[in-house]
Every structure is written in C-alpha cells, then in structure tokens.
C-alpha cells in the first residue's frame, strides 16, 4: 500500500504560479512511475504530468508543456508539479497517483485507469 497526500494548493491569480508536492509512505517509493491529474466540477479527471521512478522520463499533456514541470525526490519521497503562468480554466482538484513500474523502460502511461494508487486530491482556483 502506498499512502499519497498533496499539499501546496490555493488560490492563485490567472497568470500566477503555484507547487504541489505530493508525499508518499508505506510500500517503498522506488519503482513506482508518478503521475498528475485534474478533474474539474462535472468533468473526467484528466491526466497532466507523469515522471518515471528514475526521473529520467517525463510527459506532459499538450496545454501544459512549457508551463508545467514535474519532479521528484526519491531521498525524500515526494513528486511537485510547478505550475507557472496558470489559466483560470485550470481550475480543479489536483491528484497525485502512483503507479508500479513493470520493468525498465515501462512508458509512462496518462490514463487514470493504470495507476494504482491515488491521493485525496487538493483545490487549485485561478481566479481571473
């Protein structure tokens, strides 16, 4: 069982910047691929960001690519996302969610049905 909690979310102004950092315990943090996901009032949860348990490997969804940057800390157990020059239209319950790497090189996966486990999630609001 891994254990995940977010922090750092709140309210920003469109344009702002924001980190979430996410901790994880329980089971050991390595070979599990980390990901980002959003879900906003009456929409799917949509994925962001995922890092590999190396960091080696990352990927964005398109709308954030130069904006948004995952990391992580395997001495420290935590993944962030900075999220820079944020849009009012980004506005959701931001996820953390890990999932076990099957083998080396296992690619990075964006659908929210392959992760195995998921924090409780935290507000970001942009206001515009």
């Known amino acids: 069982q891994v254990h995940l909690v977010e922090s750092g979310g709140g309210l920003v102004h469109a344009g702002g910047s924001l980190r979430l950092s996410c901790a994880a315990s329980g089971r050991t943090f390595i070979r599990y691929a980390m990901g980002w996901f959003r879900q906003a009032p009456g929409k799917e949860r949509d994925f962001v960001a995922a890092?590999?348990?190396?960091?080696?490997?990352?990927s964005y969804t398109n709308s954030v690519k130069g904006r948004f940057t995952i990391s992580r800390d395997n001495t420290k157990n935590t993944v962030d996302l900075l999220m820079n020059n944020l849009k009012p239209e980004e506005a959701a319950v931001y996820y953390c969610?890990?999932?076990?790497?099957?083998?080396?090189?296992?690619?990075?996966?964006?659908?929210?049905?392959?992760?195995?486990?998921w924090g409780q999630g935290i507000q970001v609001t942009v206001s515009s």
């Open positions: 969610a890990a999932r076990r790497e099957g083998y080396y090189g296992d690619p990075l996966r964006s659908a929210a049905g392959e992760y195995d486990y």
């Open positions: 890092i590999s348990w190396s960091g080696g490997s990352t």
